[in-house]
């Protein structure tokens, strides 16, 4: 098993321009999770979902949509990036029950 | 949310026990206490969890106080790979989507 793969690994974006990042897991695990990761930061919740065709706001959700259409995808879009979206992104997947999250490499963004 | 505090920074010799404080006095009688640790930007990765009784398993050990206001995070022989960010986390209740919320953790610097 691959576990939480997450694409690109690296991009670097002009403020105004949009991208989607691709999660997948192939885990069969219900809920997914976008975090996010500045300097110096813990990691900040941005959107989640508990299952195929849900999506629910996090702590940070502003500047960002997401879309589960299928549960092993967790796809997060920028739609006008911005510099203070530079960060690291990390994808993480979970079971339903009280059960650990399993976490992706991460996707380094840079926006200038 | 239960919140937790943890000290910034902790050193230990390699080959001895370290020993991570966490206090989170707001948790509620539901809620988990989780620990996750960070190496070097990666993905954070699962230690262990528990909601009463001291947890062990093949990396660590976990004892948490008969009120639960607080918990201690073991690693019995630390080695220059357990050097990472160690997070302890109280864990919302799963029908809200099983959030974790990462605070900023404690570094954790083996030393030979």
């Known amino acids: 098993n691959a576990g939480v793969t997450q694409t690109p690994k690296f991009r670097v974006l002009k403020t105004g321009q949009s991208m989607t990042l691709l999660c997948a897991q192939d885990?069969?695990?219900?809920?997914m999770y976008w975090y996010r990761q500045d300097p110096g930061m813990g990691l900040r919740l941005i959107h989640y979902s508990v299952g195929e065709g849900t999506t629910a706001k996090g702590e940070v959700p502003d500047g960002y949509n997401v879309s589960r259409l299928k549960k092993q995808n967790f796809l997060l879009g920028l739609e006008s990036a911005a510099p203070s979206q530079t960060s690291v992104y990390f994808c993480?997947?979970?079971?339903?029950?009280?059960?650990?999250?399993?976490f992706g490499p991460g996707t380094r963004l840079l926006v200038l | 949310d239960a919140k937790t505090t943890q000290p910034t920074s902790m050193d230990c010799a390699e080959g001895r026990a370290a020993n991570l404080p966490c206090n989170h006095s707001?948790?509620?009688?539901?809620?988990?206490v989780y620990w996750y640790r960070q190496i070097h930007s990666q993905g954070p990765q699962y230690i262990i969890h528990?909601?009463?009784n001291n947890e062990t398993n093949e990396m660590a050990s976990l004892i948490i106080t008969e009120d639960r206001k607080s918990s201690t995070l073991i690693l019995p022989h630390a080695t220059l790979r357990d050097t990472a960010v160690y997070y302890c986390i109280v864990r919302v209740p799963y029908n809200q989507g099983g959030k974790l919320i990462f605070g900023q953790g404690t570094e954790l610097s083996v030393k030979p």
């Open positions: 993480a997947s979970g079971r339903v029950s009280l059960e650990t999250q399993y």
């Open positions: 885990m069969n695990h219900e809920y």
């Open positions: 528990g909601l009463k």
């Open positions: 707001t948790i509620s009688g539901n809620e988990y």
